[in-house]
């Protein structure tokens, strides 16, 4: 059951040319996509899973962390829910 609403979805350059470079990496993207807006937050620790939690019902910013293929990226979805924003944590 969707929960987030993801906005605008983008991805960072380094992610865009890493999937480009990579087209096996597309689905696992767009599955950890999947997972976000329904509140999988991947592996995110105990703390911030439950802030994520409480993020959907008040408002706030939503994080959410996968390995993919031995990368590590994070999905970022903000306050309003206007964008939603595919990343390397390196690219934070």
Do not use: C
């Not at 976000?36 to 706030?60: M, P, R, T």
Request: charged share 25%; net charge negative.
């Amino acid at each position: 059951m969707k929960i987030v609403n993801l906005g605008k979805t983008v991805a960072t350059a380094g992610v865009s040319n890493w999937v480009k470079n990579n087209p096996s990496t597309m689905d696992a993207v767009i599955a950890a996509l999947h997972r976000h807006e329904n509140g999988d937050w991947g592996e995110v620790d105990k703390e911030d899973w439950e802030l994520n939690n409480q993020a959907v019902e008040s408002g706030n910013r939503l994080l959410s962390s996968y390995m993919i293929e031995g990368e590590k990226i994070w999905i970022i979805t903000e306050w309003d829910r206007s964008s939603t924003t595919v990343l390397f944590p390196s690219e934070y």
